[in-house]
């Protein structure tokens, strides 16, 4: 099979993100870059721990009394439906759906974009209610380079989603575009696991102490 | 081709066979997407009640995130499908480098 291909419902392969070499290539790809952001993510995550409540005087908030409980638990929910949403937006792909597919997809954006909306609240609230800044203090620095990465990867794959959406508005689908969905989906995925280990790690555990 | 097989030539039956994989396939995401709300709400209310020591919560709410993550790889991001021995050793490796800065991290600068 090749990407130019006109296809219908009856041609249409299995797996369409892995049924032309370009597809094959994009595939493995993304994944290498997903065992990078792997590492990188990790590296993060070990320089929060490491600089956890690292402040110069007590004049400054610490991980306890600085992280709300309902505001993360709404994140997380929003988040969490959103990789949903985005797993129904593959089924409709597989069914060779564009129109449910971009349905699913624009409410996967609308639900990331609620989520970034709570994020710039909470970092605007610990900025102008507790002080706690990118400078402030080793703390300060190791969580908004941690929490703020995320939220970048949150912004592009929001970027990536409405691109693609809009890009192929009027193509339907084919396998030329049909993998770069599957991949943009898969990044979306590899933020919520991301996301899972932040309200862990950072949120959970700084509550607890 | 890998999908070669779940072509029969008859076009009608392959769709409903096809039809029939997917809606299997998307009844594991709803369970799993439903295990994972639940182990979150387990995780969060773990720490709202105020009464478990930390020696307690701390690898309870890791191991749900593990198994939280397990369930979205495998499940949403299809690594229990075949074809993914590249993917898995790709992200494993990763989380292999990436866990060793987290070792040296939180035991050589701890303190």
Redesign the interface.
């Given at each position: 099979?090749h990407a130019e291909e006109k296809l219908s419902?009856?041609?249409w392969?299995?797996?369409p993100e892995?049924?032309t070499l370009e597809a094959k290539n994009k595939?493995?790809g993304f994944?290498?870059f997903?065992?990078?952001?792997?590492?990188l993510?990790?590296?993060l995550?070990?320089?929060y721990?490491?600089l956890k409540d690292k402040v110069p005087d007590s004049t400054h908030t610490l991980a306890k009394d600085l992280y709300d409980?309902p505001l993360t638990?709404v994140a997380?929910?929003l988040l969490?439906t959103s990789?949903?949403t985005s797993?129904?937006a593959m089924?409709h792909m597989?069914?060779f759906n564009a129109k449910k597919m971009n349905t699913w997809l624009i409410i996967t954006v609308l639900l990331g974009a609620a989520f970034l909306a709570l994020e710039v609240y909470e970092f605007s609230h610990y900025v102008h209610e507790y002080n706690h800044t990118f400078t402030s203090s080793a703390f300060g620095s190791a969580f908004y380079t941690l929490t703020g990465f995320h939220g970048a990867h949150v912004a592009f794959g929001l970027m990536w989603f409405l691109t693609l959406i809009i890009r192929n508005s009027k193509r339907g689908l084919n396998l030329y575009n049909a993998p770069k969905f599957y991949v943009a989906s898969?990044y979306w995925?590899?933020i919520?696991?991301v996301w899972?280990?932040i309200?862990?790690?950072v949120y959970?555990?700084g509550?607890?102490? | 081709?890998?999908?070669s097989q779940?072509n029969s030539g008859n076009?009608?039956v392959?769709?409903e066979y096809?039809?029939k994989?997917?809606a299997e396939?998307?009844r594991h995401?709803?369970v799993s997407?439903a295990l994972?709300?639940f182990l979150?709400l387990i995780?969060?209310a773990?720490?709202?009640i105020k009464g478990f020591s930390?020696w307690f919560?701390?690898p309870f709410?890791?191991l749900?995130?593990i198994v939280?993550?397990i369930f979205?790889?495998y499940y949403?991001?299809h690594m229990s499908h075949k074809?993914h021995e590249?993917?898995s050793m790709?992200?494993y490796?990763?989380?292999l480098?990436?866990?060793l800065?987290?070792l040296?991290?939180?035991t050589i600068?701890?303190w």
């Open positions: 099979m419902l009856e041609t392969p299995a797996e892995k049924s595939f493995l994944w290498f997903l065992g990078g952001e792997t590492v993510f990790a590296s995550f070990a320089t721990l490491a409980l638990f997380t929910m969490l990789s949903l797993v129904y089924y597989k069914n898969l995925h590899f919520d696991v899972v280990f309200f862990t790690v959970l555990m509550m607890v102490g | 081709m890998e999908n779940l076009p009608r392959d769709i096809r039809k994989k997917s396939e998307m995401q709803v997407f994972m709300i979150t995780a969060f773990t720490v709202a930390a919560i701390v709410i890791l749900l995130a939280q993550v979205q790889l949403f991001m074809g590249a993917p790709f992200l490796s990763g989380l480098v990436g866990m800065t987290l040296a991290f939180t600068i701890w």
